[in-house]
């Protein structure tokens, strides 16, 4: 299969709503991450999804909508507390996982009868929702396991052949994927994944007692232990490099990189004056946006040990640290 890399012309977009009305998969910009996008109501197309990013089947679909009137068919109920959370922070980065109805197939949401809705807030993922007349799933653009794509060159290394189209919309604007959350019946919201809606922001909607964040956003899951998102699970944002997380100052850090091996690299957040530094933002914010082209600069140009000074973990930071934690299988080093 040739993949065509579209713009988000009229023309284009048009073409790329013929793909997925007719079943096929496209490359869809948005301003969190690249997504695979598909026709969410059809099994087959979420089947291929699965297969092109050979993802394992029951890691669920997040399922994208361009308004929230589009929501009713799609979940039984919304709580009070995502209505309001939809309200504050959609159309954005946010998903927001509730109890779905029928149309929903099991081969969309892995099996669950939950599903995650979001909003997108960037003009082309909105105009393509519109014009392909349905909701759409779309996961992470890469091949399951890699860093997450964020332009339309990291979509085509990882999918070129795979699909019939990518839609170039620049780079996104975030760079880390959107914040998920669940919603107990009593109002509840835990944050199953970190993202540029941060808990604070959610406790200002909430308050504090209202959110939590769930065990695997900043510790491993045991192997048979319950999850509740499979995603947790799987290995995740991992470079073919052996990355490990660095926790200390800038100093005690500088101090521990200059000590490793030759042909270690060390990745510092801003640190310009580090030797073998990776250039790195400053903000958290900055970080997010450089996260995953950072990650897959890492296997460019070859390096086998990386060591990541530990970001924040707060605010943004926090959704920063968990794709570093994940990417580094854990592993953490106190210099
Ligand atoms: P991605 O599709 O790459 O953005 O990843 C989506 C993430 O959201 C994965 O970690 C999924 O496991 C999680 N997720 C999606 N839908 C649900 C759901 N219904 N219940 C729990 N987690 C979900
Ligand atoms: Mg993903």
């Known amino acids: 299969m040739i993949t065509r890399l579209l713009t988000s012309s009229d023309e284009d ?6 793909i997925i009305r007719e079943g096929g998969i496209v490359g869809m910009p948005t301003e969190t991450v690249y997504g695979l996008a598909g026709n969410a109501l059809d099994a087959d197309s979420s089947r291929k999804i699965y297969a092109a990013k050979g993802r394992p089947s029951d890691n669920p679909l997040i399922v994208h909508i361009a308004d929230i009137a589009d929501i ?4 039984k109920t919304v709580p009070d507390n995502a209505r309001r959370l ?18 929903i197939p099991d081969a969309t949401s892995g099996g669950l009868d ?3 809705i979001r909003i997108p807030a960037d003009r082309t993922a909105r105009r393509l929702i519109r014009a392909a007349g349905v909701p759409i799933a779309a996961p992470s653009a890469n091949r399951s396991g890699s860093p997450s794509p964020t332009t339309a060159a990291h979509v085509m290394h990882d999918m070129d052949g795979r699909i019939p189209a990518v839609i170039d919309g620049g780079g996104c604007a975030v760079g880390v994927e959107s914040t998920v959350v669940s919603c107990s019946e009593d109002g509840h919201i835990t944050i199953l994944r970190p993202g540029f809606v941060s808990l604070e922001d959610i406790a200002s909607v909430t308050g504090e007692d209202g959110v939590s964040l769930a065990k695997g956003v900043t510790e491993r899951i045991s192997d048979g232990e319950r999850v509740l998102s ?6 995740h944002y991992a470079p073919d490099a052996d990355i490990a997380l660095v926790v200390g100052g800038k100093e005690a850090f500088e101090r521990f990189v200059s000590a490793q091996e030759a042909d270690a690299y060390a990745a510092g957040f801003g640190d310009e004056s580090l030797p073998r530094l990776i250039p790195y933002g400053l903000t958290s914010e900055e970080q997010a946006h450089e996260l995953f082209d950072m990650l897959r600069r890492i296997d460019e140009i070859g390096a086998k040990r990386v060591y990541v000074r530990c970001p924040e973990r707060s605010g943004v930071g926090l959704a920063v640290y968990n794709r570093l934690l994940r990417a580094a299988g854990f592993e953490v080093i106190y210099a």
């Open 86 to 103: 939809f309200d504050t922070f959609s159309p954005g980065p946010l998903t927001v996982i509730l109890p779905k109805t029928d149309i």
């Open 114 to 116: 939950t599903v995650g």
């Open 72 to 75: 009713s068919p799609l979940v």
């Open 230 to 235: 499979p995603g947790m699970k799987y290995r």
């Open 13 to 18: 977009i048009a073409a790329a709503a013929r």
